[in-house]
């Protein structure tokens, strides 16, 4: 397993893809929060990054597949998937590698932007005039967000040969899940089962643990989540060498 996990930490740090696509993260992110005017932080006249939490899981929705598609795509279309499943390696370890990889390189995208933290709690009056406790709690929360991002991720660049296939998959994924149920939950002619259908999505779940408090039922959803669409991959990558 960690031979794969280093193999594809390499396999994307040594690309160009892998600096272009965290670059248009933090730019992205950093234009939104700071510089235009509808969603800066200077407009609302007080340190929060309530802002920065809002915007980036649907930033995160293109990033995240823009770092998965070729986990297993390439695998396949290069013909090394046959070849790994005749060395001593299960298709659970090859899973939790590129899982895991992906993961880790999302995390890294998002340190830099503590740079945000930093800076709020020195421009604030008086200095450190921040909620600490309650952006922490948000980080926990879009970290939570991230992993369930990562294995629809990993789900959808089995299912392909083809990246761009699997991008466009994994993102159609994420937005059903992230904003599809809570759009459906707003019709009118199921209004009495609303909350219920909100709840399945996970912006219900991870509001709530945007305001920093961390409910034990929001973690195990997207840990839930997480584990749906990994077991759904392990599957998918069995019937493959089965099929081989």
């Not at 993102?171 to 909350?195: C, N, Q, T």
Request: proline letters at 2%; hydrophobic letters at 55%.
């Amino acid at each position: 397993m960690w031979s794969i996990f280093s193999k594809e930490i390499n396999s994307f740090l040594n690309s160009l893809i892998a600096y272009l696509v965290m670059g248009v993260f933090l730019v992205s992110m950093g234009l939104l929060v700071w510089v235009f005017p509808d969603t800066a932080i200077f407009e609302y006249g007080y340190a929060d990054m309530g802002i920065f939490f809002n915007l980036a899981p649907y930033v995160l929705m293109f990033l995240i597949p823009a770092i998965t598609m070729k986990a297993l795509a390439e695998e396949s279309k290069s013909g090394t998937f046959e070849l790994l499943m005749t060395k001593p390696i299960t298709e659970l370890k090859l899973l939790l590698g590129k899982y895991l990889a992906g993961l880790v390189l999302v995390v890294i995208s998002l340190i830099p932007t503590l740079v945000y933290y930093f800076s709020l709690s020195y421009l604030s009056n008086p200095v450190g005039n921040i909620d600490s406790a309650g952006i922490m709690g948000a980080y926990i929360g879009l970290l939570f967000l991230v992993s369930a991002y990562t294995g629809i991720g990993i789900f959808a660049s089995s299912l392909s040969e083809n990246q761009i296939v699997s991008f466009i998959i994994a993102v159609f994924i994420s937005f059903i899940f992230f904003m599809g149920f809570s759009s459906i939950s707003d019709l009118a002619f199921i209004a009495d089962s609303g909350v219920q259908i909100e709840k399945v999505g996970m912006l219900a779940h991870y509001d709530a643990l945007g305001k920093g408090v961390i409910d034990f039922r929001d973690v195990v959803y997207f840990l839930s989540i997480t584990a749906l669409f990994l077991g759904a991959t392990f599957w998918v990558l069995k019937l493959r060498k089965w099929n081989s």
